[in-house]
């Protein structure tokens, strides 16, 4: 198959790289030269080609590029492509990408996806092979999507490694704020206030130990990439900071009274999300 992706970063880069050492032809579209050239240089792309003259030789195309920038090419790719085209985008939110081609002529031919996989890097350089194999990816709103275009994505995400579901769009939405979504924010707010509090760099350094570095590690996500996540899925990601900031505010009280009981309930009780992270590790091990 001849597949475009367009968006050359992390996630697009990582695609092209597997597609590619699968036997297809991958070109690369994405309106940073310096990325094209890179994404040449490392490999991940067997040609880059401009959006216009990709859409028309493309079997399938694959948008790896921020929330809103997909909402505004995809009505116009979607009326470019032939009929025997397959377009899937992979973006973190699906209800507003959805809800934007819901009564388009050629809806059949998209596939709304989300590989669960990344890294807080980004850029062609940042791309990895194998980054999504043993993960899980998510479709939504697959009975939209034509037959053919259905099967050809799942085969895609197949050969990357992947299994699999299926869920609609608004659940999608709302599980991701709260798995995903607030992890991010989280780590971006703890690195600010850490920088804004120890205004002493070298002591960061000297003291920093495993467990901040591992929980300040999204921090160094795009701001590019994840701002537009943030507002288009802006209700689901402000219920769960309400709801986080109330267990925050109970750990400050907890703390302020110095309630060793009350601190010691909360992290016990958190405490438990090992068994389900112990679980998800269990069943990636079966799958791989």
Aim: proline residues 3%.
């Amino acid at each position: 198959m001849i597949i475009t992706v367009i968006g050359l970063g992390l996630i697009g880069g990582s695609i092209a790289l597997d597609l590619r050492a699968n036997g297809h032809l991958v070109i690369g579209v994405d309106d940073n030269p310096s990325h094209l050239d890179q994404a040449l240089d490392l490999k991940l792309v067997d040609t880059t080609e401009i959006l216009e003259s990709a859409l028309s030789k493309s079997d399938v195309i694959i948008l790896a590029i921020p929330i809103d920038g997909i909402k505004e090419i995809l009505p116009h790719i979607l009326d470019k492509i032939p009929y025997n085209t397959t377009v899937i985008d992979v973006g973190s939110t699906k209800e507003s990408i959805c809800s934007i081609i819901q009564s388009h002529p050629k809806r059949g031919r998209f596939v709304a996806a989300h590989p669960l996989a990344g890294t807080e890097y980004s850029g062609p350089k940042a791309a990895l092979k194998n980054l999504f194999k043993g993960k899980s990816n998510i479709i939504c709103e697959e009975d939209r999507s034509d037959e053919s275009s259905l099967e050809t994505a799942i085969d895609i995400f197949n050969h990357l490694g992947m299994t699999t579901m299926f869920m609609n769009p608004k659940d999608h939405d709302k599980h991701m704020a709260y798995v995903s979504h607030l992890s991010h924010i989280s780590s971006f707010m703890l690195g600010q206030t850490v920088l804004e509090i120890e205004k002493d760099e070298k002591q960061i350094f000297n003291l920093a130990s495993t467990g901040f570095e591992s929980t300040v590690r999204l921090a160094k996500s795009s701001a590019d990439t994840w701002v537009p996540i943030f507002k288009n899925n802006k209700q689901n990601i402000s219920d769960a900071l309400e709801q986080y900031i109330e267990f925050l505010s109970k750990f400050k009280e907890a703390v302020d009274k110095g309630d060793s009981v009350e601190m010691h309930k909360m992290i016990t009780k958190a405490n438990n999300i090992r068994r389900i992270l112990l679980g998800m590790k269990l069943n990636v091990m079966k799958l791989s």
